[in-house]
């Protein structure tokens, strides 16, 4: 599709990208989450010939280590005025895409499901500024809700147009695997779906074919088993050092990333590795294990040890990060300009960290938002990140006779309510569970939801 003169990017204006600063994103929230970095890597600029490239062995594409995931996007603060405004802070994602442009990544990755329906658009009007073949786009099937053959055509068909491309690069069958077997016979195979894709790569208008992961391990065996009929160009797992060999512990729905990444080596199927912060949960980790990993590595952010442990395997095609924020997409530069692969006494020691962390029950929520919206108007994430946030810095406690007691019950209710506005507070889930089939961890929202509820109201009472 060709470009319009109006919208390209000026030589000028590319070049003023190498100058933009983390201050640029103040005053921003994100529409699908808060993917934090914990401290700040070795200062340094980085050049576009530093980043990190792979090769993907299907269509021979140099693709950067790091890929833009478009799932996290930043948004206008909510300013109380009750004026409504777009998801999406369209401007705030051009400057951070020309910055991630500028600096190496040709990797972007987004769906029709993200950011309540605006991630496509604003990262077709973002990348539909440069050349086409400067950037690999990347966006999904994402027919949760009416899985016929019309409605799926449907959105095929307008990712095309809100991404402003006559082709795609990397298209995915959406998170396979939620609701087993009968569900992936529903959304691809019996309507035809999956016939139809092969034939869009057969024609050209997708260059890559695929799936996401998540769940049942069923659906992940059989869809691999078929690979000599499908042949797969890549999938997309959540891998991270610890779903390395803890996530079956943490959810028995989920499989443990060791098996997942070693099903597609011994095949040669490039891995696309989303979650590799866990949706922030290994950048934002205890007080204990900050020092753990500072101690080893004290120039180097908390983050950068997940980006390198997703890096370090050779047959992943790039990293996914929801970088809201310009020091994030800095940091992750930082590490990936060029990437330093792990060694094996790195990768032990990674290991005994996500042993660690195993000593802490905190709630398996990414901050994906496909909970959301909540009928009742709860904010779900918000929720669950705030209890993980205490939990992880001490800040949770069961008897009122310790003596961090009102200390930890002030931090906690007053970080409640400054983080999730009382009407959207937990209090108001009914248990209507619409929202548990959409959470590709499995966690069982209501009763999280209430749990925190009682402990909330047991801190007003100063009962616990």
């Known amino acids: 599709m060709e470009n319009k003169d109006k919208n390209c990017i000026s030589r000028r204006d590319f070049l003023k990208t190498l100058g933009i600063a983390g201050a640029a994103t103040a005053g921003l929230t994100a529409c699908g989450g808060k993917e934090e970095t914990a401290g700040t890597a070795a200062n340094g600029e980085t050049s576009?010939?530093?980043?990190?490239?792979?090769?993907?062995?299907?269509?021979?594409?140099?693709?950067?280590?790091?890929?833009?995931?478009?799932?996290?996007?930043?948004?206008?603060?909510?300013?109380?005025?009750?004026?409504?405004?777009?998801?999406v802070d369209?401007?705030?994602v051009n400057e951070l895409v020309d910055y991630a442009m500028a600096h190496g990544v040709n990797y972007y990755d987004t769906s029709p499901a993200y950011c309540q329906g605006e991630s496509e658009r604003a990262t077709g009007i973002a990348l539909s500024r440069y050349p086409r073949d400067k950037y690999f786009v990347a966006t999904k099937?994402?027919?949760?809700?009416?899985?016929?053959?019309?409605?799926?055509?449907?959105?095929?068909?307008?990712?095309?147009?809100?991404?402003?491309?006559?082709?795609?690069?990397?298209?995915?069958?959406?998170?396979?695997?939620?609701?087993?077997?009968?569900?992936?016979?529903?959304?691809?195979?019996?309507?035809?779906?999956?016939?139809?894709?092969?034939?869009?790569?057969?024609?050209g208008r997708i260059r890559n074919l695929g799936f996401s992961y998540h769940g049942d391990i069923k659906v992940f065996d059989y869809l691999l088993s078929k690979h000599d009929v499908y042949h797969w160009d890549f999938v997309q797992i959540q891998m991270n050092y610890l779903d390395w060999r803890y996530a079956k512990q943490i959810n028995p729905s989920n499989t443990n990333a060791e098996?997942?990444?070693?099903?597609?080596?011994?095949?040669?199927?490039?891995?696309?590795?989303?979650?590799?912060?866990?949706?922030?949960?290994?950048?934002?980790?205890?007080?204990?294990?900050?020092?753990?990993?500072?101690?080893?590595?004290?120039?180097?952010?908390?983050?950068?040890?997940?980006?390198?442990?997703?890096?370090?395997?050779?047959?992943?095609?790039?990293?996914?990060?929801?970088?809201?924020?310009?020091?994030?997409?800095?940091?992750?530069?930082?590490?990936?300009?060029?990437?330093?692969?792990?060694?094996?006494?790195?990768?032990?020691?990674?290991?005994?960290?996500?042993?660690?962390?195993?000593?802490f029950d905190t709630i398996p929520c990414n901050d994906c938002k496909y909970c959301m919206p909540c009928p009742y108007g709860i904010d779900i994430p918000a929720i669950l990140l705030h209890y993980n946030k205490c939990l992880n810095e001490g800040n949770i406690v069961v008897d009122n006779q310790d003596p961090?007691?009102?200390?930890?019950?002030?931090?906690?209710?007053?970080?409640?309510?400054?983080?999730?506005?009382?009407l959207r507070q937990a209090n108001h889930c009914v248990g209507?569970?619409?929202?548990?089939?959409?959470?590709?961890?499995?966690?069982?929202?209501?009763?999280?939801?209430?749990?925190?509820?009682?402990?909330?109201?047991?801190?007003?009472?100063?009962?616990?």
Request: with cysteine.
């Open 404 to 422: 961090t007691y009102r200390r930890a019950r002030r931090i906690y209710l007053i970080g409640y309510d400054r983080s999730v506005p009382k």
């Open 48 to 87: 576009a010939a530093d980043m990190t490239m792979r090769t993907s062995p299907t269509t021979g594409d140099k693709v950067s280590i790091l890929g833009f995931g478009m799932m996290r996007l930043p948004s206008p603060k909510d300013r109380g005025d009750g004026e409504k405004r777009s998801v």
């Open 90 to 92: 369209q401007e705030v």
């Open 141 to 203: 099937l994402s027919n949760f809700g009416d899985f016929s053959r019309e409605a799926s055509m449907a959105m095929y068909r307008k990712s095309f147009e809100e991404l402003q491309v006559d082709y795609i690069d990397y298209y995915l069958l959406h998170s396979v695997g939620g609701g087993g077997m009968e569900n992936l016979h529903a959304r691809y195979l019996d309507n035809g779906m999956l016939d139809f894709l092969l034939k869009e790569r057969e024609a």
């Open 259 to 359: 098996y997942l990444y070693a099903e597609l080596d011994k095949r040669g199927i490039p891995a696309i590795i989303m979650e590799p912060l866990l949706g922030g949960r290994l950048s934002n980790v205890p007080d204990n294990i900050v020092a753990t990993l500072k101690e080893r590595e004290p120039e180097l952010s908390v983050a950068s040890w997940a980006f390198r442990f997703a890096g370090t395997y050779p047959r992943v095609l790039t990293v996914l990060s929801g970088m809201t924020r310009m020091e994030h997409l800095q940091d992750n530069l930082r590490t990936y300009s060029p990437l330093k692969p792990l060694d094996e006494d790195e990768l032990a020691f990674l290991q005994r960290v996500a042993t660690m962390m195993m000593q």
């Open 432 to 464: 209507c569970g619409q929202c548990n089939p959409h959470c590709p961890q499995g966690i069982d929202i209501p009763k999280e939801l209430q749990r925190i509820d009682r402990y909330v109201e047991s801190l007003k009472r100063e009962k616990v």
